[in-house]
């Protein structure tokens, strides 16, 4: 066999896999969302510790089920154990004799002998089992009780989770948005500076203007392309950040579908109801507080008895041989009963765990009227920051526009002969300049949307 050529061909092979593997996503913005909250590590790692809990609840659960332990031992004696026990024939005769008189007076009655006696056999074997039902055991039984308010805070944990990642995505995905924009009007830019350095370049051939004024229009393009290169990297980079935030591979294509208009930023803004659970953050607090508050209750109730029921059935086989044989002895045994455990004095261990329980539930309060307060307040910034940021979106549209129609009247005059180059050049510089604001408002005010939706829990 061709070896060199059989390893060209695996090579090939791994290649086409790894193009192959590459895939172009076409996503609309709540796609992206919807991906990011599917592939992300942290929302399945959250999703992770939800199926823990439930694990952890059906262990809990399996406290309260019947317990069934089985045992088996074989013994074999190499020496058997024994115990000194007096001679009983010797005694019997003398008593017998005292008894009939027939001893002569002043007879010396000899002490009892001792002999080394083995009640056990060589070998011994023995299998059983025994079945222990709880009947009463406070820590489970609270336990028990707890094991909903547990899931439950494990799925608000989800939910945080979740909520962090669509703030992310959706924000990356509007960034480029944005950033696209930038550059389709920077594009625009290049175009008209190149046509203007055209037109004026003619102007120069035929003695109408200065080389000064050519150079002037020179630097500015050549401001205006760098100004694009740097933005088109941006791009790029925004991609690449939203490729991370949505759990896709950097080597994945992703075109977006949806598009981004003032009209559509203020669309359902300022009008949403509220109430504090529709933070996850007071619905956690919430699940929290209930679990301080059984675990106060399972303390309380420490002070009471553990009851128990239990039944042994077993079976032990005596014998002098192994168990195999026919001379070994097999007694069974078995019997039920109820097993009570009283508390009666722990040294005042169990009030100070009530008391720790009770200043718990005391700072679950205090952090629930922190969180109120600061969602309060976060509220109060972010619907200031977005009043403020499309009031100046809005002014920052209306000047960019200006700034065209004050480049368009500079450029009609100068072609009429009424105008310097100077003038269009400064007029275009303007309009950049009108630009940079409007797309830098675009963006604070996308961002500041999403940052009041995320304070009223409405980000979805």
């Known amino acids: 066999m061709n070896w060199k050529l059989l390893l060209i061909v695996l090579a090939a092979t791994a290649g086409l896999q790894r193009v192959s593997a590459q895939q172009t996503i076409t996503l609309s913005v709540k796609q992206a969302a919807e991906r990011a909250v599917q592939n992300v590590p942290q929302i399945k790692n959250a999703r992770l510790d939800y199926q823990i809990q439930e694990a952890q609840n059906k262990e809990i659960f399996g406290q309260a089920l019947p317990q069934i332990a089985g045992n088996a031992g074989v013994q074999y004696y190499l020496q058997l154990p024994k115990i000194l026990f007096p001679d009983g024939s010797q005694a019997g005769i003398y008593n017998t004799l005292i008894k009939e008189g027939l001893l002569p007076a002043g007879t010396v009655i000899p002490a009892p002998l001792i002999q080394q006696i083995s009640f056990q056999q060589p070998w011994n074997t023995t299998v059983g089992a025994t079945l222990t039902q709880l009947l009463f055991q406070p820590d489970v039984f609270v ?13 608000e944990n989800v939910e945080q989770v979740r909520q962090t ?5 959706y924000k990356k995905y509007y960034a480029i948005l944005i950033a696209q924009k930038q550059l389709f009007f920077l594009d625009e830019g290049v175009k008209r500076l190149e046509k203007f350095y055209n037109d004026d370049s003619a102007l120069f051939a035929n003695g ?6 050519l150079d002037k229009i020179q630097v500015q393009l050549t401001n205006l ?4 290169t740097v933005v088109k990297n941006a791009v790029d980079l925004s991609y690449a950040a939203l490729k991370f935030a949505i759990g896709a591979s950097q080597k994945d294509t992703v075109l977006l579908t949806d598009s981004l208009s003032t009209a559509e930023i203020k669309e359902g803004i300022l009008a949403d109801s509220f109430k504090y659970e529709d933070r996850v953050e007071i619905r956690q607090l919430n699940e929290a507080r209930k679990l301080q508050q059984l675990d106060l209750k399972r303390n309380k109730l420490g002070y009471l008895p553990t009851l128990a029921a239990q039944g042994n059935y077993g079976v032990t086989g005596q014998g002098p041989e192994f168990l195999t044989d026919k001379s070994t002895a097999w007694i069974r045994s078995s019997y039920i009963g109820l097993n009570m455990s009283i508390p009666i004095f722990d040294g005042f261990q169990r009030k100070y765990k009530i008391r720790q329980s009770q200043l718990n539930v005391q700072k679950v309060d205090n952090n629930l009227d922190l969180a109120r307060q600061g969602i309060d307040f976060e509220q109060t910034i972010t619907k200031a920051m977005l009043t403020n940021s499309l009031l100046n979106l809005d002014a920052q549209d209306r000047n960019m526009q200006l700034a065209l129609k004050v480049y368009n009247t500079t450029k009609t005059k100068y072609e009429s002969g009424l105008g310097s180059s ?19 408002a675009l963006y604070n005010a996308i961002v500041a949307k999403i940052s009041y939706q995320k304070s009223l829990g409405k980000l979805n």
């Open 165 to 169: 990642l669509l703030d992310t995505a």
């Open 143 to 155: 336990g028990l009780q707890a094991r909903s308010t547990a899931l439950n805070l494990s799925k």
């Open 422 to 440: 100077f003038e269009v050049l400064q007029a275009d510089t303007d309009y950049q300049t009108a630009q940079n604001n409007y797309f830098s």
């Open 225 to 228: 392309r760098t100004t694009r």
């Open 208 to 213: 109408f203007v200065e080389r000064l004024d």
